[in-house]
Nanobody
Framework: QVQMVESGGGSVQPGGSLRLSCAASGSILNINVMGWYRQAPGKQRESVAVATSGGSTNYAESVKGRFTISRDNAKNTVWLQMNSLKPEDTAVYYC??????????????WGQGTQVTVSS
């Protein structure tokens, strides 16, 4: 069993910053990819930023230069530093990980979601 616990969402004014964190725990052998997705009302879930265990990162065009993803492989933790936030960043943010456990082959896991609201 794997647990994904997120924290750090909230409300902020345009131009402000927030930092999201997500920790995975359980009988984990390997986490190849960890990252963040978001879903705004009436829209499909989209990838925001992902990071591989080898250090490669990928960002959505809309957040490049404003968001930074980082992870600690030893702690199975990923963070998303969000700066210069815009109203269009408002969404529920979901932590994502592709995890292999001691009893299961690799599969997707999701956090419970945390609300980020950017509004004046």
């Amino acid at each position: 069993q794997v647990q994904m616990v997120e924290s750090g969402g909230g409300s902020v004014q345009p131009g402000g910053s927030l930092r999201l964190s997500c920790a995975a725990s359980g009988s984990i052998l390997n986490i190849n990819v960890m990252g963040w997705y978001r879903q705004a009302p009436g829209k499909q879930r989209e990838s925001v930023a992902v990071a591989t265990s080898g250090g490669s990162t990928n960002y959505a065009e809309s957040v490049k230069g404003r968001f930074t993803i980082s992870r600690d492989n030893a702690k199975n933790t990923v963070w998303l530093q969000m700066n210069s936030l815009k109203p269009e960043d408002t969404a529920v943010y979901y932590c994502y990980a592709f995890i292999q456990t001691i009893i299961r082959s690799p599969r997707d896991y999701w956090g419970q979601g945390t609300q980020v609201t950017v509004s004046s």
